[in-house]
């Protein structure tokens, strides 16, 4: 399983990089989230892969870190997610009213001499 | 009152002021007056009470806590020393309130001076009575940053912006070195209160860092006092008002260097060090300053130059390391400040009253105002140091210690004729500024007819005269007990002998007077022809400018240097700027593995591989290479292929243990689909192929050398995480977050616990930054105009439109309105069971998957259904959903949880929990976390709504401009 996800993300991320790398505002849109895929799958995959044992406790004990996935890189890639969300908008939005006052979608603002 | 208390006051007494008369009117003059000269009458009172128990040797002390996690408190701490400085702070201050009252003019916005002055006054005291050497520090920058602000008063003059701009770099970079000084200092003796740092000379001696702080501080010093090579600021600071010049340079600001190397004298002094660190450069701004300012055609830059001289007198002193020399020094230190102050007020009157400093203009001045020529002639005889007055006293102390064998080293012999050529020196421009100024011819072309000025314009100068010639006259009656409890202060029970009284008796210091006397007449006399031809600066040293050195030093750092890299690393294109941020993160990421190698050896067994994982990421793989491949001519389906590689992260939070992030993730991928449909209007048509056939050769390397940089980062991050994962997980933080969830958190899911309880804080920022993120959308769409070619209809709307036309019997728009109604309908009828979900999302959260970021997504889904179900304008008529309102309501929600806790005594946003009996519900967990949740949850509503309606509202703008007037944006 490791060796899978390991690879995931690395395409991921490659495609992003490549994405952001590239001309055009919307190239870099979509490059972007891919990257925050790959980024927030490897923050998560921090805490090891754990099949079947999500961080849900039985009531009334104290939890056994070993028994279940670790919470932290799951509690951090959870607000992550919606930041993601909202830096996208913000980019997105930018990148609209660079375009409404340049005429062009170019990431520079004009086309490339 | 109590002692401490009072001292407290006096520290605090200035910047309550300073706050008060920066919120008076302004041309609020004679109020803004009377509060500073209140402010420091009632200083002065302070100070000369405290005396009596300064006068018993035992320090008046405040102490409290400060940071006692650092071991740090705030003390304040007044002996002898502090009590002479306060009272020259406070006095003179007084008088200097006064005088600006009248020297100010109405047209200036007074208050603002004061309110600075003040707020500089507050400083000082604070440097004079820290009590620890960081507070001392803290003052010391706090002056730095009030003298810039009164020396740049007058802003609008480019002299003054220049002059203030010089000070603050090289005293407040003086004094970041003053600080790293300090902080070696309590790492030597281990504590920052002076009172330790006082008792712990041997521990300073021994230390082999000693010389590092030694050097570090008198940096500090230096830059403040003026000394050379640093003095080059304080002519330049002249450009401000005079009674800031007659406040800053006598008393205050430049005596700020002066009280360090007296405070810090008993533990540093008197080594080899100290001798020919600081004695080189008293002796050299000595001479230097009292050089210039011979030659100086600015009366204010004479005294500038004269104060300079001074100051390196005093520093010279303090170098000699004895305690006759202290002895001198702190007493030249009071002397200087009092004849010094009324001789720049006194500049400042002739200013003011005739409308130039300049000494070719002025001259013949005694006829027209007798009365300030003779107190300014008596001031200045002062500075030459004419029998009878109290500079001749502590000059006669000076010549003696120059005499005194200290180490007989070549420099120590030299001194004495050092002494008494800058003896001459000081005669010659006393004797300048007076001839000059108020004899000779009777003066012409002056911009006013000068008389005398208002009489309390004068008095602060009568005052300070008053005392130059009571001290001067009888030493031991007026300074001496004073002098004698500062000695104390500083030195303890080895105090040497020294006598105050005015005649020694023919001495070797006496001849040396009169050598000075007389030789400075005869060189006045000489240099007449020269002076009077009118050159500017004096002869030899006129190269030798440290303001241009200054100047070529600021232009190379920050014009050329910056140039010069904007020229190698900048570029105005954005392509360039990534790559370069790309390679370096990926080679921060390689750095580390190079270097050191992956910790641990040996990659632990993986999890067995199951088949519908690896097919799945096939997919996914194949979702993010096709969307690359397509982002640039399809946009939609590159959208539609993100969306897929969306879902398969997704799948592996499911697969993998992560519910919470599953659901978030889904969630969060249906509003990104939705927005970034709605963007896609807004984007230009698609270019056909800019290269038909082959592109160029520069485009292809380029591309291949992207495609290199993007393959690298790639490789490098499935490195990094498959060596990872397959390596033991290091014991963490998450083993506590585990065990306490249930037991102190009240919840089961462990993600939500920590989120809303245990980093409750974290969350709190993260709903700002998403917060601050929605407005800034908000306010970027409010100008937003779209590019011409994306107003008019989509192409769907124009063929629909199209077909209503040709149909007679519908009228144009029917098409649009009957558009997949049922669908619509459904939709419709969907609001209530979204937002049902949404809150059975939110209420099971602290204890299974879900929780307020998920559940506030899913209410803003509900909202963007209706918007896609009837359209823009008829949720707007229907509906008003307020999400500024929401937003609001979530920061206020969360804050105040946090802040309740603070009526329990519980540090911010400790949560409490507990189960609840209710009816019909039974026992239902109710935790403070879960009031904190339900303000992420309507902030996450608010946001995600605003985002994606402030931009669904965008496609009625269009329309709307034809439609001219229309009604407000009722969403908001």
């Given at each position: 399983?490791e ?7 690395g395409?991921?991320a490659?495609s992003?990089v490549?994405?952001?790398?590239r ?6 849109i979509?490059?972007l989230?891919l990257?925050s895929y790959a ?7 921090m805490?090891?892969v ?6 849900v406790l039985?009531p009334g004990t ?5 028994a279940?996935?670790d919470?932290?890189p ?6 992550a997610i ?5 830096m996208?908008?913000?980019?997105l939005?930018v990148?609209?009213?660079a ?6 979608d170019?990431v520079d603002g004009?086309?490339a001499? | 009152m ?8 006096a520290l605090?007494l200035?910047?309550?002021?300073s706050?008060l008369?920066?919120f008076?009117p302004t ?6 007056a009377?509060?500073a000269g ?5 200083g ?5 009470w405290?005396y009596r128990?300064?006068?018993t040797?035992?320090p008046?002390?405040?102490?409290a806590d400060w940071l006692?996690?650092?071991g ?11 009590w002479l400085f306060?009272l020259l702070i406070f006095g003179?201050?007084a008088?200097?309130?006064?005088y600006a009252?009248y ?11 004061f ?5 500089f ?5 604070g440097?004079v009575?820290a ?8 003052f010391?920058?706090l002056?730095s ?15 003054a912006?220049?002059?203030a701009?010089m000070?603050l770099?090289?005293t407040a970079a003086?004094?970041l070195?003053?600080?790293?000084g300090?902080?070696?200092i309590g ?5 920052y209160e002076l009172?330790?740092v006082?008792a712990a ?5 021994n230390?082999n860092?000693?010389?590092v ?9 230096f830059?403040?006092?003026a000394?050379?090579p640093?003095h080059f ?8 008002p005079?009674p800031?010049?007659?406040?800053l340079?006598?008393a205050t600001?430049?005596?700020?260097g002066?009280?360090l190397?007296?405070?810090l ?6 080594t080899d060090a100290?001798?020919?660190l600081?004695v080189?450069?008293g002796?050299?701004?000595l001479l230097?300053?009292?050089?210039s300012a011979i030659?100086q055609?600015d009366?204010?830059g004479?005294?500038a130059?004269s104060?300079i001289?001074h ?8 170098g ?5 020399a202290l002895?001198a020094a ?11 102050a009324?001789l720049f ?8 009253e005739t409308g130039?400093?300049d000494l ?7 006829k027209?105002?007798p009365f300030t ?8 005889a002062?500075?030459?140091g004419?029998?009878l ?6 000059k ?20 004495p004729y ?6 001459v020196?000081?005669?010659t421009?006393s004797l300048?500024?007076i001839l000059g100024?108020f ?5 012409k072309?002056l911009?006013h ?9 004068r ?5 300070l ?6 001290i ?9 007990p004073?002098l004698?409890t500062?000695m104390?202060s500083?030195?303890g029970s080895?105090m040497?002998y020294y006598?105050?009284a005015?005649?020694?008796g023919f001495?070797?210091p006496?001849?040396?007077?009169l050598?000075?006397l007389?030789g400075?007449?005869?060189l006045?006399?000489?240099l ?8 500017e ?8 400018k440290?303001q241009r050195i200054?100047e ?6 920050s014009?050329q240097?910056?140039?010069r890299g ?11 700027q990534m790559r370069?941020?790309?390679?370096l ?6 750095s ?7 910790p641990?050896n040996?990659?632990l067994?993986?999890?067995p591989?199951?088949?519908g994982?690896?097919?799945?990421w096939l997919?996914?793989?194949?979702c ?9 001519y399809?946009?939609f ?5 993100m969306?897929?590689?969306g ?6 939070f ?5 519910p919470?992030?599953a659901v978030?993730q889904?969630l969060v991928?249906?509003?990104?689909t ?5 963007g896609?209007?807004w984007?230009?048509k698609r270019?056909?192929?800019v290269y ?5 050769l520069s ?9 290199g940089?993007a393959?690298?980062f790639g490789?490098?991050l499935a490195f ?10 290091p014991?963490?933080?998450?083993r506590f977050f585990v065990?306490?969830a ?5 919840g089961?899911?462990?993600?939500n616990v920590?989120l809303?309880?245990?980093r409750?804080?974290?969350t709190m920022?993260?709903?700002?930054v ?6 800034t ?15 008019g209809?989509p192409?769907?709307q124009?063929?629909q439109d199209?077909?209503d ?5 519908r009228?144009?728009?029917d098409t649009?309105?009957?558009y ?5 309908l459904?939709?419709?009828w969907?609001?209530p ?5 949404a ?5 099971r959260?602290h204890?299974l998957?879900?929780?307020g ?11 963007v ?14 509906l008003?959903?307020?999400p500024?309102r ?5 920061i206020?929600?969360s804050?105040s949880t ?8 519980y540090?911010f946003l400790?949560s409490h ?10 026992k239902v ?5 879960l ?9 996450v509503v608010?946001?995600t709504?605003l985002i994606?309606i ?5 496609s009625?703008?269009s329309s ?5 007037a229309e009604g ?5």
């Open positions: 399983m060796i899978i996800l390991a690879i995931g993300i395409v991921f490659a992003g490549w994405l952001l790398l001309p055009r505002t919307y190239q870099v979509i490059g989230s990257i980024v927030n799958l490897f923050i998560f995959s805490g090891r754990k099949l079947h044992a999500p961080p039985q104290a939890g056994d870190p070993s279940v996935a919470p932290v799951q509690a951090l890639v959870l607000t919606v930041i993601g969300f909202a996208t908008a913000l980019l939005v990148l609209l009213a375009r409404g006052r340049t005429g062009t170019h004009r086309e001499d | 109590s002692n401490d208390a009072l001292l407290l006051a605090v200035p910047f309550a002021g706050l008369a920066g008076l041309h609020a003059r004679n109020l803004a009377a509060l209140s402010v420091a009458l009632i002065c009172a302070i100070v000369v405290l128990s300064v006068a040797d035992v008046v002390r405040l102490r006692p996690s650092l740090l408190d705030f003390t304040l701490r007044m002996d002898g020393l502090s306060a003179i201050g008088l200097v309130v006064l009252r020297y100010m003019s109405a047209e200036d916005p007074v208050p603002r001076f309110s600075f002055l003040l707020a006054m507050g400083s000082m005291v440097i009575t009590g620890n050497l960081i507070q001392l520090v803290f010391w920058e002056t940053l009030f003298s810039f602000l009164l020396i740049g008063y007058w802003h609008h003059s480019a002299q912006r220049d002059g701009r000070a770099t090289i003086g004094g070195c003053l600080f790293v300090v902080l070696l790492r030597i003796v281990g504590s009172d330790e006082l000379r041997d521990l300073l001696d230390s860092l000693y010389t702080a030694l050097v570090l501080i008198l940096l500090g010093a830059t403040k006092s000394q050379f640093f600021w304080l002519p330049h600071a002249m450009a401000a005079t800031v010049s007659a406040y340079h006598s600001m430049v005596k700020a002066i009280f190397l007296i405070r004298w008993p533990v540093m002094a008197g100290w001798f020919y600081v080189p450069a002796l050299v701004t230097l300053g009292a050089y030659f055609q009366l204010k004479l005294l130059y104060t001289s100051l390196g007198l005093i520093t010279l002193l303090l000699l390391g004895s305690p006759l002895v702190v007493f030249h230190t009071v002397n200087h400040a009092i004849f010094k009324s007020m006194a500049a400042g009157i002739i200013d003011h130039t400093r070719r203009k002025l001259s013949g001045l005694y027209y105002m020529a003779t107190l300014a002639m008596v001031a200045a002062a500075m030459a004419v029998p007055l109290n500079g001749f006293i502590s006669e102390m000076f010549f003696a210690e120059a005499v005194a064998d200290h180490t007989g080293s070549l420099l120590d012999d030299s001194l050092w002494a008494t050529l800058a003896g020196f000081s005669v421009y300048r500024f100024v004899f000779g011819p009777p003066p072309d911009p007819i000068p008389h005398e000025p208002a009489h309390w314009m008095f602060p100068i009568e005052f005269v008053l005392i130059c010639l009571l001067g006259i009888v030493p031991s009656l007026t300074v001496g004073l004698a500062v104390r500083i030195l080895d040497p006598s105050l005015l005649w020694h001495t070797l006496l001849f040396m007077s050598i000075a007389a400075g007449v005869l006045y006399f000489l007449r022809p020269y002076l009077d031809s009118g050159i600066g004096p002869p030899l040293v006129r190269v030798l440290g200054f070529k030093i600021l232009t190379t750092i014009l240097w910056a140039r904007e020229v190698l690393f900048g570029t105005r294109r954005l392509q360039p370069i941020v790309v390679l993160a990926v080679l921060a990421a390689l580390p593995i190079v270097l050191q190698g992956l641990g040996g990659a067994a993986g999890t591989i199951e088949p994982f690896a097919l799945m997919i996914g793989m194949g993010a290479l096709a969307a690359a491949y397509q982002a640039k399809h946009r389906a590159a959208l539609v292929l969306g897929g590689a879902l398969v992260t997704c799948a592996t499911v697969w993998l243990s992560a919470d992030l978030t889904l991928e249906i509003v990104t939705v927005l970034l449909l709605l896609l209007r984007l230009p270019i056909e192929d038909p056939t082959r592109p160029p485009t292809l390397i380029r591309r291949y050398v992207d495609f940089i393959s690298a490789g490098i990094l995480s498959y060596s990872l994962m397959t390596r033991p997980l014991e963490s933080v998450s065990e306490r249930y037991t102190e958190g009240g089961t899911n462990v993600v920590i809303v309880d245990f409750g804080f974290d920022g993260e709903i700002v998403l917060c601050l993120a929605a407005l959308v908000f306010a970027l769409l409010r100008r937003f105009r779209p590019a011409p070619e994306s107003v209809s192409e769907q124009r063929i199209a077909y036309d040709a149909e007679p019997d009228k144009p728009g649009v309105t009957d997949m109604l049922i669908p619509r459904v939709m419709n969907m609001f069971v979204i937002a049902t979900f809150v059975y999302l939110f209420m959260g204890d998957p879900g929780g970021f998920a559940a506030g997504i899913t209410l803003s889904i509900a909202f259904v209706q918007y896609m179900a009837s359209g823009t304008r008829w949720v707007e008529d229907h008003r959903v307020l500024l929401w937003m609001g309501l979530g206020i929600t804050a946090g802040i309740g806790s603070w009526w329990f005594g540090p400790t929990f507990r189960y609840l009996e209710l009816p019909l519900l039974g967990p109710m935790a403070s976390a009031l904190f949740d339900l303000g992420v949850f309507a902030l608010g946001a709504v994606l402030a931009l669904a509202h965008q009625l703008r709307r401009a034809s439609q001219a407000g944006e009722t969403w908001r």
